[in-house]
Antibody, heavy 120, light 112 residues
Framework: EVQLVESGGVVVQPGGSLRLSCAAS????????MHWVRQAPGKGLEWVSL????????YYADSVKGRFTISRDNSKNSLYLQMNSLRTEDTALYYC?????????????WGQGTLVTVSS | QSALTQPPSVSGSPGQSVTISCTGT?????????VSWYQQPPGTAPKLMIY???NRPSGVPDRFSGSKSGNTASLTISGLQAEDEADYYC????????????FGTGTKVTVL
């Protein structure tokens, strides 16, 4: 059974930094592109970032580019999101997600999310 | 980076059909058959309902179907049931050089 478990969400002040983690199990982690998707309270889904199976390719939403860095450790079956220069508008539930099939283009499995609150 | 456009809400009685539209551009929906749909009941994580425009993952009822014409994709729920009440989001791969995916604005489906 595929499991994605996010952690690291806390309350942080504007301008602060935070690192989110996603522990993966139930599939061959290094076969898959991984994603972060966020949802602000009461709002819609927003794709944040992706990293290829080997970490060689990364992409970011314009809203986080230059402030967030996605990474992975295939030896630990883990995905990360380093978040710097946080803004109040980054407040959201952050989900990690994987493709349905290796090399496909949808978010087939999701974690339950970890809540990041940026507030003074 | 603009979101795909969906109607804010649609509603129907049990047994009826409802259709949700998802309008993008020639850089996303219009260029790729990589449109997917997600169901999100309140307080839960999204669930994949349709991928590659019209394919259903294992376990998704065949009441859910997807299609695409030009820059607009659609999700149809036939034989509407009470448990279908949820928010629905579309998503598409995009040809941008910097970002790769975009979501729709979301549609609340209400079963009357």
């Amino acid at each position: 059974e595929v499991q994605l478990v996010e952690s690291g969400g806390v309350v942080v002040q504007p301008g602060g930094s935070l690192r989110l983690s996603c522990a993966a199990s139930g599939f061959t982690f290094d076969d898959y592109t991984m994603h972060w998707v966020r949802q602000a309270p009461g709002k819609g889904l927003e794709w944040v970032s992706l990293i290829s199976w080997d970490g060689g390719s990364t992409y970011y939403a314009d809203s986080v580019k230059g402030r967030f860095t996605i990474s992975r450790d295939n030896s630990k079956n883990s995905l990360y999101l380093q978040m710097n220069s946080l803004r109040t508008e980054d407040t959201a539930l952050y989900y990690c997600a994987k493709d349905l099939y290796s090399g496909s283009y949808e978010f087939g499995y999701w974690g339950q999310g970890t809540l990041v609150t940026v507030s003074s | 980076q603009s979101a795909l456009t969906q109607p804010p809400s649609v509603s129907g009685s049990p047994g009826q059909s409802v259709t949700i539209s998802c309008t993008g551009t020639s850089s996303d929906v219009g260029s790729y058959n990589r449109v997917s749909w997600y169901q999100q009941p309140p307080g839960t994580a999204p669930k994949l309902m349709i991928y590659e425009v019209s394919n259903r993952p294992s376990g998704v009822p065949d009441r859910f179907s997807g299609s695409k014409s030009g820059n607009t994709a659609s999700l149809t729920i036939s034989g509407l049931q009470a448990e279908d009440e949820a928010d629905y989001y579309c998503s598409s791969y995009t040809s941008s050089s910097t970002f790769r995916y975009v979501f729709g604005t979301g549609t609340k489906v209400t079963v009357l």
